[in-house]
């Protein structure tokens, strides 16, 4: 008897904080939609103001964001598992970074 995991995602902003408070991904392609709705707050300014890297051009906020995946407790040592993410998401040549 095999039992199903239900994925779950988050997507960390470049500052380590979630982009949203209230809600989690059910697959890496969710999590990618609500981070480009997420950046389209941005727009008017035409940057991300970030504490950790100053100014980020919104073509590249993509890159300094990490999508976590909290299906199953992966966490190690300093709790950061970084992988490349998506060769084919076409938002400018940039990658979403995550966490698994």
């Known amino acids: 008897m095999s039992t199903k ?3 779950r995602f988050d ?5 380590g904080f979630t982009i949203d408070l209230f809600d989690v991904y059910k697959s890496e392609e969710e999590a990618i939609e609500a981070t480009k709705k997420w950046s389209k707050g941005y727009e008017k300014q035409g940057y991300y ?3 950790r890297y100053g100014k980020i051009p919104l073509r590249e906020l993509f890159h300094y964001c990490r999508l976590v995946d909290l299906t199953e407790n992966k966490l190690k040592k300093d709790n950061i598992y970084y992988h490349s993410f998506i060769n084919n998401i076409k938002d400018e040549g940039t990658r979403l970074s995550y966490l698994i």
């Open 5 to 7: 995991t239900t994925k």
């Open 11 to 15: 997507v960390i902003s470049p500052d």
């Open 49 to 51: 103001n970030s504490v």
